[in-house]
């Protein structure tokens, strides 16, 4: 029998698809899972700890296959799983929807000044104008990062009229490549960054990129925090030379409660809120299990595999 080790969360959802070659473990807390993790050929080890879950992932000495919704694969022991031969199937793509959503959220929340119409609201203040007058048909918009999320928030600013330009390895119309944005950030009213979280993302936004953009380009961040140089980011709100930044990610999360992001006027923090503000996420993941389940028994190749060493 193959032992599969995952959230009792899940079993409602799976167990009654379960082969019969398959033999489920349900842990209900992270003390269940440490300590049925080195019996596990597969494993779903989901924690909010990723300290708990490296732990897991660790002492999970017969793990074959490790299965995650986490799209971001930053804090997991890729090096460690490169060794032990562990394939690592992610959850890239399963959140697009709603993160693509928060996205398009964020720049009409931006243009419409719709944050002051809510306080406005609170005060039983009736505005006789509108606080933001930006449309976004129109606009010029540039898309770091044409995975799963980028391409979504492609499709959907194009229905706004939107003029988008995204970057990515291959070439084509409407592309930049990776070495040519940079030079063009001056050109864009929106910088949406939606890249993975590896070395080379690392602080690829800095002072000069900021420097490089319009005073009224909007940053829009679904990434991570550290894509950003933060103090950089906090420097240019501040002297107001862009015109504002949504921040759906920070480095580090959560945001300390005196950082001044929270006070500057032309920032917008969402704590990391956008995977999380779904409904379907749990189906998605469990129907994505269930096909890679299958695959793996055939002994096929799984779906969405980690390139352990490019780290997404």
Do not use: C
Request: aromatic content about 8%; cysteine-free.
């Amino acid at each position: 029998m193959t032992i599969l080790v995952m959230p009792a969360l899940a079993a409602p959802l799976i167990q009654p698809h379960l082969p019969d070659w398959v033999s489920p473990r349900f842990f209900r807390h992270t003390a269940e899972l440490l300590e049925m993790a080195p019996e596990a050929e597969i494993g779903w080890f989901d924690l909010d700890d990723k300290g708990k879950m490296v732990e897991a992932i660790t002492s999970a000495i017969n793990l074959k296959w490790l299965s995650s919704i986490y799209a971001g694969v930053d804090g997991f022991p890729l090096e460690l799983m490169a060794q032990r031969g562990v394939v690592f199937t992610n959850g890239v793509g399963i959140n697009a929807v709603t993160i693509a959503e928060y996205v398009v959220m964020g720049m009409l929340n931006v243009a419409k000044g719709y944050r002051e119409v809510v306080r406005a609201q609170d005060r039983h203040e009736w505005l006789g104008d509108s606080p933001g007058k930006v449309e976004l048909a129109g606009s010029k918009a540039l898309v770091l990062g044409h995975g799963a999320i980028g391409q979504r928030v492609d499709r959907i600013l194009s229905a706004f009229e939107v003029d988008v330009t995204k970057v990515r390895r291959s070439p084509g119309e409407g592309t930049l490549l990776p070495d040519q944005w940079r030079a063009r950030l001056g050109e864009f009213d929106w910088v949406i960054l939606a890249v993975p979280a590896t070395p080379e993302t690392d602080g690829m936004i800095g002072a000069g990129e900021l420097a490089a953009m319009k005073d009224s380009a909007v940053l829009v961040n679904v990434a991570r925090g550290s894509v950003i140089d933060q103090d950089a980011l906090v420097a240019a709100l501040a002297e107001k030379r862009i015109g504002g930044a949504f921040l759906d990610v920070t480095s580090p999360e959560p945001l300390p409660a005196d950082h001044p992001l929270w006070s500057e006027p032309n920032a917008h923090v969402t704590m990391h809120l956008s995977g999380r503000a779904q409904t379907a996420m749990f189906r998605r993941s469990g129907a994505r299990f269930l096909e890679n389940l299958a695959r793996y028994g055939r002994g096929e190749p799984l779906a969405h595999q980690v390139d352990l060493a490019r780290g997404y």
